[in-house]
């Protein structure tokens, strides 16, 4: 996973970093020297590498906006991971082509029982005030079921009347799914949300709802309902 590749790229960086440091004071010669501003550049280049992906990561983000996710680059797995109740492991997704109603991919989402499973978008704060409807395509291979979604603002979301929260019934076969953005600006009990700052959209099941698997496509926010 990219995590993994992040942390190899922070223990590289650490342990060039240490052997410059401990080198540095055995410097005598210009080829010592030389080796050792190679080995600063290289060092350099390996600490930078996440900062670089990162970047890479949102600017596809913002290039793509305002769809959210066409599963078209494997990047976007960056911005979609699995919802962090599934960190053990429950969650799990990959790029297929089996199902997909736009492009040449989709997103497979495999649900297992537990630990709330889904999928989790990191929006970055983005502005969704400009749009009037918030879609996606959902392929549903099983019976009928509950989906759970949530969106978040950069404010205090942390208590359910603070965030937006909706239930869907989802259809065996492929769904169409819209929700006016009225609606998610209105939709916490206790505030709006500003839709000029989303910061997270979660799309899971229940503890009890699985084991699940379904299939996402072309997400994104509309001008027009009917789109």
Not at 34 to 61: I, N
Not at 69 to 85: A, C, D, K, S
Not at 217 to 227: S, V
């Amino acid at each position: 996973s990219q995590s993994m590749v992040d942390q190899v790229y922070g223990i590289t960086g650490a342990l060039l970093g240490s052997a410059l440091l401990l080198a540095w004071p055995q410097r005598k010669d210009g080829k010592t020297v030389a080796g050792m501003v190679l080995l600063l550049l290289v060092f350099a280049g390996v600490a930078a590498g996440p900062v670089w992906r990162k970047y890479q990561v949102r600017q596809l983000r913002a290039d793509q906006f305002p769809v959210l996710g066409n599963f078209e680059q494997v990047e976007e797995t960056e911005l979609w991971r699995p919802n962090y109740f599934s960190y053990t492991g429950l969650g799990r997704y990959s790029l297929i082509t089996n199902f997909a109603s736009q492009g040449a991919f989709g997103l497979e989402v495999d649900a297992s029982v537990g630990g709330w499973p889904g999928v989790d978008f990191d929006a970055g704060d983005s502005d969704w005030s400009g749009y009037s409807q918030f879609a996606f395509d959902l392929y549903n291979p099983a019976s009928e079921f509950i989906l759970r979604l949530r969106i978040d603002d950069a404010g205090d979301c942390s208590t359910y009347d603070r965030r937006f929260n909706h239930e869907l019934l989802i259809d065996k076969g492929w769904n169409r799914v819209g929700i006016p953005g009225a609606d998610i600006r209105t939709g916490p009990a206790e505030r709006e949300l500003n839709m000029r700052a989303i910061r997270r959209v979660v799309l899971f099941i229940s503890n009890t709802d699985g084991p699940r698997r379904f299939f996402l496509d072309n997400i994104r926010l509309t001008k027009e309902e009917k789109e």
